[in-house]
């Protein structure tokens, strides 16, 4: 059997940008799959070419085995897609969103309704279905459209940022939803997050992008292994913390070295035994150390190591912002 | 991909501009206000002008209502068809575009829509005249009219589409106010006779399809038109026909993003 999603060297360039850079991966059936990596990383292109929304520079994919270039509408009757910003109509009812989604995808009457009442039901918005959509919350709203995204059942599911501008409480429901809705119906899931705890919660297996490119592709806890052990941080004072660097890649016991911000982040087995070492080290080299922090390694060590960077919320753009008030207006 | 029409598409495009409308009257008073103030303050302001051929006894108020109509569906229409690139980005259509539905249906859907509240809001003004005079003739004139507005409207929708379409944000809104929906409005004779115009402005005028809505119109409800009314039918439909093939065309090659 085909695999859910395919995708060999897929490439999309804006006016001699490049957002996605020749991508290769797949996913398995019934997977719930993440594309991991900061804002502008090329993770919403890759997914608007998946679903067809736009042409790919050059490459193929293939949805349940259907070209997305050449099987637009069966592409299109396989997927359901939950976007970045909402897609709702706010002077419509939950319902009536719902309804105009079934009649859209050919559902038959009879079938509408019982479809309509059981993703209400799965989504817990059994009881909200007949309120206007501009009276519902951010999370209320995200889960109705989990719910739209559902109703034809597609063999893939599509969520770009779900959780974007929600808070943790709701973070953490939709989360539930997500893997609840993946375990029992075996939808596939591909998402995109730049959240680190999203990617690592949900995810069978992550693909790290940075710049258009896939750095790293694995299951969150393969990915960890990679940085082998625990993680140390030193914050020096007075930027000398590439000097620290430097001395400690001397070091056997050192595997990897990171240096960002005025940080030194050591990986090695047993990091608490050689936290006395480093400390030792930095007061011989006269060194003001500000703070020590040990912890397991979580992906934003992982995304460090493979792209020389943290994963940060950007500054929103003008365009963003006026996304963000659109949003907030409940179009 | 086919191009066989998707009829629940069109229909749900539909019935949703329908609900909307009737569940913000906000959305109808405000699509009278423009309109109304016009007819109601130049109507009254201009009511001794002389008017060059036109039969003794049709005041100016009269004479402007097909002109009013005419510009209220201009503005209305041509803000349905553009409403897709808001729509397109920020709402309820991003997510028909990933719908099995081929983008001819969702033109087609988008004009029927824009096409009935555009009507609506015509037919509105045209009651409301009543009170200034205005008298519709017979119920053939009233459905000529009728017939004129529809196309007036679906002309504009798609002349809008074709704006949205080309158009990357929203921020060329008022270019498109001021440099193609005033002039179009100015030309098309809605507030005086074209006759009056210089030669080279008339030139202008008759490449306006407005102009011949608003003369097909006049020579419904008033029985006074500058150009024989099946002239302007088939000038109209001519324009309107382009205008949806354009916005279709430009739509079908639109990627959203």
Redesign the interface.
């Known amino acids: 059997m085909a695999d859910a999603i395919k995708v060999e060297s897929l490439v999309k360039r804006f006016n001699g940008f490049t957002a996605v850079n020749r991508i290769s991966f797949s996913v398995k059936r019934g997977e719930l799959f993440g594309l991991l990596g900061p804002n502008g990383a090329g993770k ?2 890759t997914i ?1 070419m998946l ?5 790919p520079t050059s490459g193929k994919a293939y949805i349940d085995g259907f070209d997305i270039s050449k099987n ?3 592409v ?2 396989s ?1 359901g ?1 939950v ?1 970045q ?1 909402p ?3 706010g ?2 009812t939950g319902r ?2 719902l309804y ?2 079934a ?4 559902l038959k009457k009879e079938e509408r309704v019982a479809r309509i009442n059981e993703v209400l039901r799965l989504v817990e918005l059994e009881d909200k279905g007949n309120f ?1 959509v501009e009276k519902y919350s951010g999370g209320m709203k995200r889960r109705l459209e989990i719910a ?1 995204g559902l109703i034809h059942k597609p063999r893939v599911l599509f969520l770009d940022e779900p959780t974007l501008g929600l808070d943790t409480q709701t973070r953490r429901h939709i989360w539930d939803y997500i893997k609840r809705l993946n375990r029992d119906s075996g939808v596939t899931v591909i998402l995109t997050t730049h959240y680190m705890e999203e990617a690592d919660f949900l995810c069978d297996r992550i693909a790290i992008i940075d710049h258009g490119k896939i750095v790293a592709l694995d299951t969150p806890k393969k990915l960890k292994d990679v940085l082998g052990g625990d993680v140390v941080r030193l914050e020096i004072d007075g930027g000398k913390s590439e000097k620290l660097a430097k001395k400690l890649k001397e070091l056997k016991w050192v595997r990897t070295i990171r240096t960002y911000n005025g940080f030194v982040a050591v990986t090695t087995s047993h990091g608490e035994k050689r936290i006395p070492e480093l400390i030792e080290l930095g007061q011989q080299m006269k060194l003001k150390i500000k703070s020590v922090n040990l912890r397991k390694p979580s992906l934003e060590d992982v995304f460090l190591h493979f792209t020389g960077r943290v994963i940060r919320e950007q500054e929103g753009s003008p ?1 963003d912002m006026y ?1 963000a008030v ?2 907030a207006r409940g ?1 | 991909m086919r191009q066989v029409i998707h009829f629940a598409a069109v229909y749900v495009l539909w019935v949703r501009e329908l609900k909307k409308l009737f569940r913000s009257p906000s959305r109808i008073i405000g699509s009278l206000m423009t309109p109304l103030l016009f007819l109601i303050f130049l109507g009254f302001g201009l009511k001794n002008m002389a008017l060059p051929g036109t039969p003794a006894g049709t005041t100016y108020t009269v004479f402007l209502v097909p002109g009013i109509i005419g510009m209220g569906l201009l503005f209305s229409s041509t803000f349905a068809g553009l409403s897709l690139l808001m729509d397109r980005e920020f709402g309820f259509l991003k997510e028909i575009m990933v719908a099995p539905v081929n983008r001819i249906s969702i033109v087609i859907g988008r004009i029927l829509g824009g096409t009935t509240t555009g009507l609506m809001q015509a037919v509105l003004i045209l009651l409301i005249s009543l009170i200034f005079g205005m008298r519709i003739p017979s119920v053939l004139a009233f459905f000529s009219a009728i017939i004129f507005m529809i196309l007036i409207a679906v002309a504009f929708i798609g002349m809008g589409l074709v704006f949205a379409a080309k158009m990357k944000d929203t921020f060329g809104f008022n270019l498109i106010v001021n440099f193609v929906i005033f002039p179009l409005f100015f030309l098309s004779g809605a507030m005086y006779s074209i006759n009056n115009l210089p030669t080279w402005l008339r030139t202008l005028s008759y490449l306006d399809p407005l102009t011949y809505g608003v003369d097909g119109m006049r020579g419904a409800l008033l029985g006074i038109s500058t150009f024989p009314m099946p002239l302007d039918f088939f000038v109209l439909l001519f324009f309107s026909l382009i205008m949806v093939k354009l916005g279709a065309f430009f739509f079908e090659r639109v990627e959203s993003a």
């Open positions: 919403t292109t608007n679903s067809t929304l736009i042409r637009k509408n069966e299109r009757n997927i897609m976007f910003e897609a709702l109509d002077k419509l009536e969103n105009f989604h009649m859209i995808y050919g206007l739209r365009i996304k659109m949003r179009r």
